[in-house]
């Protein structure tokens, strides 16, 4: 089927801003259109779930509301519309919603497999765990960006020989990586079962989860990622509805282990999705993950973040980890692409990358591909160049 | 000299609920100051810094708009305040900010070790990294509750000798820790030295980081604590100003290794605090931690966590890490009280934990002892009591 990737089966959520001031608005093809302004010409019982510059009052309000404005606006005649269409093109997107918590998992088997035998040459390279749950710490919410941001390279303590010295990251890198927006506050000791992740994930959007490998790699143990993460974390503009989603899902890859009860999907509706990401290096094609060869889908991560009686708030945010896939071209991050930087990858304009140089831009774009029964949907692009480090 | 720990050198500040709305107010002895009414009458100018039901308008004004409020308010007079004073008994606490990030840090050279010890017998109790930085990690803002929350206790995956169970956690704890509430946000790429370190950090309060020991050594590797510390953390219901420890400073211990200079304090003020904290189990004195024994201070923390370029918001709350110091009475957590369970811990009650039951209830009070040149100060205590697994 062919029809825009941002069509009236998609109808993406982003914050523009429209003479001088932030506003929800919704994507329609190549327009944005003001929701407060249409609902209040078109569903004046909805204005009061998008007056805003954010989601966040959307997100709290709950699914009944989410698929009611949904609803209302692919309902919408054109002629209706016509007036309260603007161009996209131009205009200022900014973060979508506020960032509560942020979580980041590990999800890819590829890529727990590729880092743990980088990081860990003479271990398993997956830790005895991994098969179990879901991996995953909390990230940084208030250094998350929206895509156009620029990163400047972090600096931190190095590991030398001898004593660490500090300087600039040497071994900065990116993360392809899908995201989760949640909704539908809970209280604290009520998890969510898998069977009601539908309640509480509105939608998706795109993750880069910028990583300075030789900070991390020095910090890391015993508490995990920290300042080699902390400095930034770029979101796409767009949050596409999780209902959007319908005509991508996919069984996750077999179990090896079987699972305790609160993660296992065996009976469920699938949770894996058919979405394709591609990276690109200064506009060089150098990847394309699959999100459909995720071991762990976002239900379970959602069960699992929440079953020992964590509460969630409207504007949480979970990231899938990069998505890897089993084979070359499929690798989510610059760290597996160049095996730890020691085998530089070579783009097509003669240069190679260990990792990330100065004055380099990254953009990860995604979209559910086209099939005979079901139109391309765009997740759009997450972008970041690399400012270098100002001291 | 004596002085109500909570008198005019202190002004601490907090939430209570007046007539159904909770306000900000200023603690004086056992009293509360409701501060825009009070406010509005004697210093109108510092209204818009108060009228709030949490701090984060005052934290997001910066230093100066903290000192002038504190200023005005040591200046009142009693007769002035009479009418505005009302007795802190009976009235409902809530959160005194709202919680932006929220990070842990591991800044105890003794509970390092301890740990160290009971986690990796086989290894050098201090990983590598320890004496060069300060070791810390995100934690979960959105469990972060008040002192007398109830905490229900978390279920989750428990290692066993062949696959994992699913249960409620054998192994619950407490973590002893001083919480630090930063304030004057910043921008991404503008980290803050330790010189600056005054126009951040706005308050101190009391944290305990409820930890499933059993939950977190499963899921730990390689990316951290996660669920085993994000159910609940409590926080006392007062944050009292930095600008009230002056006469609190102290050294911090010697430094074994030489610190890169973003981390070298010999030449700063010092930056520890004489502030004495005790434990209390079902209102049995279990332990009583120095908090001026800790190895890394405030304000390197401050400066470690954004040295990578990473932004501070409003609302940011940084912990210690749990408080122990070198002898047996001064341990901050049941883990290193019991050596890991295996030494039960015999209270005055004539009965043993080796970790906490249900319907224990954890104490964790603080005060800066007094001298002769300077009166008690009190920092209050956080309370929490555990409430049985409800499934």
Redesign the interface.
Known sequence: MTEHPFGRHNLAYGTAVLDGAPRLVVRMDDDVVDLATACAALRPDLVELVDAAVLNPLLEAGPESWRALRTAVRAWHDDDLASYRRPLAGLELRLPFEV??Y?DF?ASEHHATNV?RL??PDGEPL?P?WK??P?????????V?VSGTDI?R????LRTRA????GPSERLDFEAEIGFVLGNATE??HPIPLEQAREHIFGMCLVNDWS?RD?QA???????????K???TSLSAWVVPLDAFDDARVRPPDRD??L???LDDARLEPWGFDVELTVELNGIPISRPPFASMYWTAAQMLA??T???????AG?LFASGTVSGAHEGQLGSLLELSRGGTEPLRLADGTERGFLLDGDEVVIRASVPARESRPELGLGEVRGRILPH?R
């Open positions: 509560a918590d979580v590990y743990g990081f860990r830790t765990n179990h749950l991996i995953g710490y909390h990230g940084r919410s208030g250094t960006v400047v972090p600096a931190g303590q004593a660490p010295r500090f604290r000791a300075a900070i020095w910090e890391t143990v015993p508490l995990g990622p920290f300042l080699g902390s400095f930034a282990e079987s305790l009860p609160y699992h973040m079953v020992n009686g964590a509460s969630l708030r949480d100002a």
